[in-house]
């Protein structure tokens, strides 16, 4: 009973993973930096792939600015994959390329007193 248990457990966690990606994200700032600090994520793509990103905030930068960076990051460190835009001025949106597996944002460290980020499936 245990097996089948794990069993089930394990395919629901699979099949999770498998479906767990997007063609696109909305990252959502919020705040502006009061202090300097640095912005990390990863982009896990659904063929395996994993694909670091990360950008330096200095204190001052504004909620604006701060996703304008994040963008910037993300079509530099990512461009194989990614396009990334800001949309509405504080949200940045990250999107597969043609022919490129759905992905996920996942792992988001904020080191940036202020600044907060949460993330939506587009």
Same mark, same amino acid.
């Given at each position: 009973?245990?097996?089948?248990?794990?069993?089930?457990?394990?395919?629901?966690?699979?099949?999770?993973?498998?479906?767990?990606?997007?063609?696109?994200?909305?990252?959502?700032?919020?705040?502006?930096? /009061?202090? $300097?600090?640095?912005?990390?994520?990863?982009?896990?793509?659904?063929? @395996? +792939?994993?694909?670091?990103?990360? =950008? !330096? &905030?200095?204190?001052?930068?504004?909620?604006?600015?701060?996703?304008?960076?994040?963008?910037?990051?993300?079509?530099?460190?990512?461009?194989?994959?990614?396009?990334? /835009?800001? $949309?509405?001025?504080?949200?940045?949106?990250?999107?597969?390329?043609? @022919? +490129?597996?759905?992905?996920?944002? =996942? !792992? &988001?460290?904020?080191?940036?007193?202020?600044?907060?980020?949460?993330?939506?499936?587009?």
């Amino acid at each position: 009973m245990k097996r089948i248990a794990l069993a089930l457990l394990l395919s629901a966690c699979i099949a999770g993973n498998a479906f767990a990606g997007s063609n696109k994200w909305r990252l959502q700032v919020s705040g502006g930096a /009061e202090s $300097d600090g640095t912005v990390a994520f990863t982009l896990a793509l659904d063929d @395996g +792939q994993r694909i670091p990103v990360s =950008v !330096d &905030i200095k204190k001052g930068t504004g909620e604006n600015k701060v996703a304008r960076h994040i963008s910037d990051a993300v079509r530099a460190q990512a461009k194989a994959c990614c396009t990334s /835009e800001v $949309d509405d001025g504080e949200d940045v949106l990250v999107k597969k390329k043609r @022919g +490129q597996p759905d992905l996920d944002v =996942v !792992d &988001i460290q904020v080191s940036v007193k202020g600044v907060r980020i949460t993330k939506d499936r587009e």
